[in-house]
């Protein structure tokens, strides 16, 4: 069964670069897609970027200019480096193995339909950014 | 576009059955998948790709789909279903290079 175990500083002062963790226990790293996922206090979940056993990054655009995801497949580790933090980026920090495909049914795969799911979590990394 | 919209909050009577909808563009493209949620914890996968259950969610959870509106559905809520729920596809809009969520429904059963 995989497992996502994640680690890094919980606090920080503003200005700082957030830096997390996350290593894959018990599964392949190869043909997943790796994100980094947070949920600010009371509020929702906020996609921060993926990345893949190659490397191939995707961020959230509102978010881009601050966020470098990388990877190190020697270790089935990827992990995430938020620089220039202020109190807005207080969360709680999850790492999640996403997958992507065509839709398929009876032998027939569809390019226009998609599946994309995350379905392994980490159990989260509260970070808090405080003067 | 790249936004998913849900219903702040949705309430069941114990035993009855609720829907949870989602809605966006990016749902004519994807199938949504859905995640319960409860306090202090991460989320759990319980609906993705047409409507198949993770081992371990129980069958009374489902999911379909019609247009830009992804549903899921309860039938017989249970007390331990209460709990936050996000839907979440890809941005379908470019190279479908974003991963969007919804920013959730809060399940009160009654």
């Known amino acids: 069964q995989v497992q996502l175990q994640q680690w890094g500083a919980g606090l920080l002062k503003p200005s700082e670069t957030l830096s997390l963790t996350c290593a894959v226990y018990?599964?392949?790293?190869?043909?997943?897609?790796w994100s980094w996922i947070r949920q600010p206090p009371g509020k929702g979940l906020e996609w921060i970027g993926e990345?893949?056993?190659?490397?191939?990054?995707n961020y959230n655009p509102s978010l881009k200019s601050r966020v470098t995801i990388s990877v190190d497949t020697s270790k089935n580790q990827f992990s995430l480096k938020l620089s220039s933090v202020t109190a807005a980026d207080t969360a709680v920090y999850y790492c999640?193995?996403?997958?992507?495909?065509?839709?398929?049914?009876?032998?027939?795969?569809?390019?226009?339909?998609?599946?994309?799911?995350?379905?392994?979590w980490g159990k989260g990394t509260t970070v808090t950014v405080s003067s | 576009s790249s936004e998913l919209t849900q219903d702040p909050a949705v309430s069941v009577a114990l035993g009855q059955t609720v829907r949870i909808t989602c809605q966006g563009d990016?749902?004519?493209?994807?199938?949504a998948s859905w995640y319960q949620q409860k306090p202090g914890q991460a989320p759990v996968l319980v609906i993705y790709?047409?409507?198949n259950r993770p081992s371990g969610i129980p069958d009374r959870f489902s999911g379909s789909s019609s247009g830009n509106t992804a549903s899921l559905t309860i039938t017989g809520a249970q007390a331990e279903d209460e709990a936050d729920y996000y839907c979440n596809s890809r941005d379908s809009s470019g190279n479908h290079l974003n991963v969007v969520f919804g920013g959730g429904t809060k399940l009160t059963v009654l």
């Open positions: 018990g599964g392949s790293f190869s043909g997943y897609y």
């Open positions: 990016s749902l004519r493209s994807y199938y």
């Open positions: 990345i893949n056993h190659s490397g191939s990054t």
């Open positions: 999640a193995r996403g997958s992507l495909g065509p839709y398929c049914s009876g032998g027939s795969c569809y390019s226009y339909y998609y599946y994309y799911y995350m379905d392994v």
């Open positions: 790709g047409k409507n």
